[in-house]
């Protein structure tokens, strides 16, 4: 008796992401659909027939109906695969919520299960899941203990469906659903799949995270990847196989630079290791000391690569000016421009100043004014 099947979790359908231009929030709300498609093609090459999602298929409990039905859809396409979804705290089941409503207008496709009942499931012959839907946004009940006394057939494969936390996630480090680290020891289980943490994470050699199939955030935590699990008997380990999901990249650096020149050798390092620029979302943060003239390139540098990008977060707090004696050369001629760059460039070099940052910003662009004007080409 074997089974194969496919972990996920956290595909928050629905999320704004509004801290986001429209069009980027778009695309990223699109990638999450896509993730569906991506799931349903990781389960046929691995000849799956399910695909457990455990929690948060929706990011909120209230969303437009033609955004609820969208993922259904997409999962009624791929008919060679049994859903499983599970209710998480985006989207718990309770009276007149989501599922509730799913359930009365019979919108479920036939090979979509809602998994809204704490009780053992035959999923296939001797293969039992036990599903934890939660009901609150929080508790401070573990919701899988029920699966210790779930009675299941002598010798059945149990595997375990919950969303909550082995581990704090806020920062005072309590967990708002609390699951206990040793629940397959516990419950017999020969997996416990689990939701919630947004990455790929072992907890043990029966308990995993699979993390969000399309990553939602600047953390190098494994999010962008399915778990592919097989599992060849009750007391046998299961064989878990990370797989990639993403459409796109989310990347966080810090970046140590003297000229614009590192920021092209930047792109190309970017092209190699992650694919097309237009998949990447780039949070960087640029240290190290440059001169006025090197600022404004590495600005105009980084206007070029945002451009590439799918999206593009920079942070200049950390580049120090060192203005040299050139920089100034033009502005020497203005009179007063000379004097307020000065007063800039004391202001930006004062490390005690709360607003040494925006002088740095004011002098590099009163530099690129004055540039122009000597070049006749707009700042």
Same mark, same amino acid.
């Given at each position: 008796m074997t089974i #194969?099947?496919?972990?996920?979790?956290? &595909? @928050?359908?629905?999320? %704004?992401? =509004?801290?986001?231009? +429209?069009d980027t929030a778009h695309a990223l709300r699109e990638a999450r659909l896509t993730a569906i498609d991506q799931l349903a093609a990781v389960a046929r090459e691995a000849r799956a027939a399910h695909v457990l999602v455990a929690g948060d298929v929706f990011d909120a409990e209230f969303l437009a109906p033609a955004t609820v *039905? @969208?993922? !259904? +859809?997409?999962?009624?396409?791929?008919?060679g695969q049994t859903w499983h979804l599970l209710p998480g705290n985006h989207d718990p089941h309770r009276a007149g919520g989501l599922w509730e409503r799913l359930v009365i207008s019979g919108e479920f496709p036939p090979n979509v299960i809602p998994a809204l009942r704490a009780a053992p499931a035959e999923i296939e012959a001797g293969v039992w899941l036990l599903p934890a839907p939660l009901t609150a946004k929080a508790t401070s009940l573990d919701p899988t203990s029920f699966m210790d =006394?779930? +009675?299941?057939?002598?010798?059945?494969? *149990? $595997?375990? &469906?919950?969303?909550? %936390? $082995?581990?704090?996630?806020?920062?005072?480090?309590?967990?708002?659903?609390? $699951?206990?680290?040793?629940?397959?020891?516990?419950?017999? &289980?020969?997996? !416990?799949? !689990?939701?919630? /943490?947004?990455?790929?994470?072992?907890? %043990?050699? *029966?308990? /995993?995270?699979?993390? #969000?199939p399309e990553p939602d955030r600047f953390a190098d935590n494994g999010a962008g990847q399915a778990l592919v699990v097989t599992i060849a008997g009750a007391s046998s380990l299961p064989q878990v196989k990370p797989v990639e999901t993403a459409t796109y990249t989310w990347q966080s650096m810090e970046l140590w630079l003297e000229s614009a020149a590192a920021l092209e050798r930047l792109e190309t390092e970017l092209r190699a290791a992650s694919g097309p620029l237009d998949r990447i979302l780039l949070k960087l943060t640029l240290t190290g000391t440059v001169s006025l003239t090197e600022r404004a390139a590495i600005e105009a540098g980084l206007e070029k690569l945002g451009a590439a990008l799918r999206h593009g977060r920079h942070d200049l707090s950390k580049l120090l000016l060192r203005p040299e004696a050139s920089d100034f050369a033009n502005l020497s001629r203005y009179g007063v421009l000379s004097d307020i760059a000065e007063t800039l460039r004391a202001e930006a070099a004062d490390s005690g100043n709360p607003e040494a940052n925006v002088a740095a910003d004011a002098l590099t662009r009163l530099f690129a004014y004055t540039s122009a004007l000597e070049t006749g080409v707009p700042a």
């Open positions: #194969t099947f496919v972990h996920t979790a956290d &595909l @928050q359908i629905g999320r %704004s992401f =509004s801290g986001f231009p +429209a *039905r @969208q993922p !259904l +859809a997409r999962m009624r396409a791929h008919a =006394s779930a +009675a299941t057939p002598t010798g059945a494969i *149990r $595997i375990g &469906l919950a969303h909550g %936390s $082995i581990r704090g996630f806020g920062g005072d480090g309590e967990a708002a659903v609390p $699951i206990a680290p040793d629940r397959p020891r516990r419950a017999g &289980l020969a997996y !416990l799949a !689990l939701g919630d /943490w947004h990455g790929t994470l072992r907890v %043990s050699d *029966r308990a /995993w995270y699979s993390g #969000t």
